[in-house]
């Protein structure tokens, strides 16, 4: 139906802080137009300084919480998150698999953002052999680029961002957006790749602080502008300028790190309505 708000099914972790996973997804999409639908893969102990411990849901019942939504309403894109465990990732996998015409946004969450381990080698070799070869867009940092792509057979192999998603199209998927928030360039360098090579490469003005969701912010807003319609590169686009926008305005509500603020042209509206004129 031409009135409904383009659907998003959300595979995530949930974060009680609200800054990052199921929490940090749902803002985005809503924020962005769409109606997210979750799928709950695992339950974390965090706060804005980082992770402390994860539940992870039981595979069976991942796989049952999608198909029993996915049987209901109709899909337009699959965001996939933090996993919790290798029968997670197996499950996730072979519900996608029946659903081949809807794209995949795959953020592969390898560590938090204070450095908390939230996969082994195992689960990231089960991301690279089941998760990837499905995947319409994935978005690593350049650090989990370099993880995912590493040989692990030779401890000197050392590639460089472009091998890296060379080396991640070869096994399927369409198109990698590899993030520089962690490499030494003065402005952050966000480069898209396809089988072609470049597609895009777009800089933005480096934020001071350190932010809790920002990845999890992008791949959504990326989910949201495909759902919506636009093409890759476009999407690529205009989801990188609305988490810039959440990035410049985020706040600060407890010890950690600052949370992007996903609501922040509403605020915006608001204070533009405060500033207006007023009747006598």
Known sequence: MSDLPPIVLVFAATDPSGGAGLQ?????????GCHPLSCVTAI?????????????IDPEWVADQARCVLEDMPVAAFKIGLLGSIEVIAAIAEVVSD???IPLILDPILASGR????????MINAVRELLVPQTTIITPNSLEARRLAADDSDDNDHPDLAECA????????EYVLITGT??????????????????????????????HGSGCTLASAIAATIANGLSISDAVKDAQEYTWQALSSAFRPG?????????????????????????E
């Open 255 to 279: 010890m950690g790190q600052h949370i992007p603020d996903r609501l922040f042209w509403a605020r915006a509206e608001e204070q533009a309505d405060e500033g207006g004129p007023r009747e």
């Open 115 to 122: 450095g908390d381990e939230l996969a082994t080698e195992e």
């Open 24 to 32: 940090a997804d749902i803002m985005t999409l809503s924020s962005m």
């Open 99 to 101: 659903y081949p015409e």
């Open 182 to 211: 962690h490499e030494t360039t003065p402005q952050v360098v966000n480069t898209l790749y396809n089988e072609d090579g470049v597609v895009r490469s777009d800089s933005w003005q480096r934020l001071p602080g350190t932010y």
């Open 166 to 173: 060379r080396r991640l199209i070869a096994t399927g998927c």
């Open 44 to 56: 974390t102990i965090q706060d804005t300084m980082g992770v402390e411990d994860v539940l992870t």
